[in-house]
């Protein structure tokens, strides 16, 4: 039977683990194995990265397996449609989702999805986009289970769309559009249940505003605008409760300032600038923790590859404050139990991290009954030391509390 115990925050202890963590830092990998390229497509399944398609004066249809553990590429069976560029790709389960672009044909705007499954390393034609909605410059996310793709510049114009994919009936339905102006060129990635699109570009305009899309409302939230200077065609990923996005052009310079998004607080900080050399039309995406970024297109095409350590994830985590009610933790029979002495009415988010960062726990609560307590089941947690947040509009308190057998 496992017994949780829980310590009060003391600050010396937090800042020491923190501190250690933090690492903030970017390290050159193994530079990608195919040509040098931009507007390729990149995605993690699993504990692997895959970086494929894209242009350079040339079309390609290759599809590259990255292993962050060796720093090692191999080359998978390539992709099954015509060679492009500018395709979007989103995963679901051990399957990946690649379609539109601009192919080798010169047709400017595509509307073909193909399934990519990782496990046979094969490919198979899905549902197109629906008719006249071919699209190139689009971007992509994943959100509660199904595949979203948006934006981009198509045989009408300029579009601020979002169509959604649902893998069980191969079909694509249209959602509430992004309520920014349309644009391509944007960053898009998923935290927990949420899809993000940002920045992007519209005639000359470079945009910074940022969306959070919540499927289960259909519904698009702005968030605090993107502070970076290259909006057109930058590089994003993201990791656990952080986005980063960072790199992209001016149309104009290429910058190489780098910047993470909380989405605890809706702030945006300045990170360690991407060491190499400033670039549009990169590609970037995460694994086991850590953030991988390069190629694109500056003077001329890149295939370099950088790896990012980010700060721990307990630097999102937030202490509690001053003069609020901190709440008892305590465990009965594989039960977490949070309690508050006085009630409240709140709508909160617990969060557990171990201690590599890695979110293990999401539980949202209503606190409202009379006790102002909620429970979680914690039996499968291994034993070790963890962090947890608790949060809403007015509550927040995070700790510590130690699983052992």
């Avoid at 683990?17 to 933090?22: G, K, T």
């Avoid at 990265?49 to 553990?69: A, I, S, V």
């Avoid at 809706?266 to 050399?277: C, E, G, L, Q, V």
């Amino acid at each position: 039977m496992k017994k949780i115990f829980f310590f009060l925050i003391l600050n010396c202890v937090y800042c020491i683990v923190n501190c250690a963590l933090a690492q903030n830092t970017w390290t050159q990998k193994a530079s990608f194995s195919g040509a040098a390229r931009r507007s390729a497509i990149g995605f993690a399944i699993g504990n692997n990265g895959y970086m494929g398609t894209g242009y350079n004066g040339n079309f390609y249809d290759d599809l590259w397996q990255y292993d962050p553990t060796n720093d090692v590429w191999t080359q998978m069976a390539s992709f099954a449609g015509t060679a492009r560029f500018s395709a979007v790709a989103f995963v679901l389960g051990t399957n990946a989702y690649i379609g539109t672009g601009y192919d080798v044909n010169n047709n400017f705007n595509t509307s073909d999805f193909w399934k990519y499954d990782s496990q046979l390393n094969s490919w198979s034609q899905i549902a197109n986009m629906p008719s006249g909605q071919e699209r190139r410059y689009a971007c992509a996310f994943t959100a509660k289970g199904k595949g979203y793709v948006g934006t981009g510049v198509g045989t009408a114009g300029y579009l601020n769309d979002l169509w959604e994919y649902t893998a069980g009936t191969n079909t694509w339905t249209q959602r509430a559009n992004l309520p920014g102006a349309p644009r391509y060129e944007c960053v898009a990635f998923n935290i927990g249940d949420y899809g993000y699109i940002g920045c992007g570009a519209y005639a000359g305009t470079i945009y910074s505003d940022f969306y959070e899309y919540q499927p289960q409302g259909d519904v698009w939230v702005q968030r605090a605008n993107y502070p970076g200077a290259g909006g057109d065609a930058a590089a994003g990923f993201a990791l656990e409760v952080t986005g980063y996005i960072g790199t992209g052009s001016t149309q104009g310079t290429y910058p190489v300032d780098f910047y993470e998004w909380n989405q605890y607080d809706d702030t945006w900080s300045a990170k360690a600038n991407f060491p190499a050399a400033g670039r549009a039309f990169g590609t970037g995406f995460s694994i086991l923790g850590k953030g991988y970024m390069g190629m694109g297109e500056a003077t001329g095409y890149f295939n370099d590859w950088w790896e990012y350590t980010p700060d721990s994830i307990f630097s999102s985590v937030k202490n509690n404050t001053e003069g609020e009610e901190k709440p008892t933790v305590f465990v009965n029979h594989h039960t977490l139990f949070i309690r508050y002495a006085d009630e409240i009415k709140e709508f909160v988010e617990i969060v557990l991290y171990d201690m590599s960062g890695k979110r293990v726990m999401l539980v949202q609560s209503e606190f409202s009954n009379p006790k102002s307590e909620m429970s979680a089941n914690v039996g499968a947690l291994v034993p070790g030391l963890y962090v947890y947040s608790i949060e809403g509009k007015k509550n927040f308190s995070s700790g510590k509390i130690i699983v052992t057998e």
